[in-house]
């Protein structure tokens, strides 16, 4: 398996264009995560899917922020419009199961500048 | 307000000594930790874990220690190698918050040799 497949690697746009982040999640996983890492604040868990479904989107920084899953090979996440603030690490993790998280796979981001 | 705390940025060990990297946490509820480890233009990578119903679990040259009256875990690397040079994260989950992991903001250790 190719592991959790993320695009792009770097986005580089300017603040108020629209940025969308992509993930396809490992076949066969039921949960799919979506994580900013930051210098102050590390990895934050933004929301997470189960079954292409969304379960907890509470660490969405505002409304700006938005995920879809449409199937279990595909999620998106959209922000709209971009701020400098946004600008960091995303990074899209899948996994198995939920319990003890242990086998949480990343993929290996999206670095996003929005200048 | 941050769950789970790494107060030291960054950790500067000589090959083949110890490295000890330190994780705080401020939930009770917290049952089950994990570190994982990043290198550079990669994403984390699982590398060692341990219930709170243990004190200590090895697994080759990484140990992780638990003191939950303290709420503080470490991981220890005897000995380090400069393979082991990468940002370090120490993640908690709680089973009443379905278990999402919370991680906390990163240790980056290099390993001189």
């Known amino acids: 398996d190719a592991g959790v497949i993320q695009s792009p690697r770097h986005e580089v746009t300017e603040m108020g264009q629209e940025v969308t982040l992509r993930c396809k999640p490992i076949?066969?996983?039921?949960?799919l995560f979506w994580y900013r890492q930051t210098m102050m604040r590390g990895l934050e868990l933004l929301i997470y899917?189960?079954?292409?479904?969304?379960?907890?989107d509470s660490g969405m920084p505002e409304d700006r922020f938005s995920a879809k899953m449409p199937n279990a090979s595909f999620s998106t996440l959209k922000i709209q419009p971009s701020e400098p603030r946004d600008s960091a690490v995303y990074f899209c993790?899948?996994?198995?199961?939920?319990?003890?998280?242990?086998?949480?796979?990343f993929g290996s981001g999206t670095q996003l500048s929005v200048l | 307000d941050q769950q789970v705390k790494q107060n030291s940025p960054s950790l500067s060990v000589q090959e083949g000594r110890i490295s000890i990297l330190n994780c705080d946490y401020t939930?009770?509820?917290?049952?089950?930790f994990l570190w994982y480890k990043k290198y550079p233009a990669e994403g984390p990578t699982f590398l060692i874990s341990?219930?709170?119903?243990?004190d200590k679990n090895e697994d080759g040259r990484f140990t992780v220690f638990l003191n939950k009256s303290a709420k503080h875990l470490s991981l220890h690397i005897v000995p380090s190698q400069p393979g082991d040079s990468a940002v370090y994260f120490c993640?908690?989950?709680?089973?009443?918050?379905?278990?999402?992991?919370?991680f906390g903001s990163g240790t980056r250790l290099l390993v001189r040799p």
């Open positions: 076949s066969g996983h039921d949960y």
């Open positions: 899917f189960n079954n292409n479904v969304p379960i907890d």
């Open positions: 939930n009770s509820m917290f049952d089950y």
């Open positions: 341990i219930s709170s119903i243990k």
């Open positions: 993640a908690a989950s709680a089973m009443d918050s379905s278990y999402k992991l919370i």
């Open positions: 993790a899948s996994s198995p199961t939920m319990l003890g998280n242990e086998k949480l796979f």
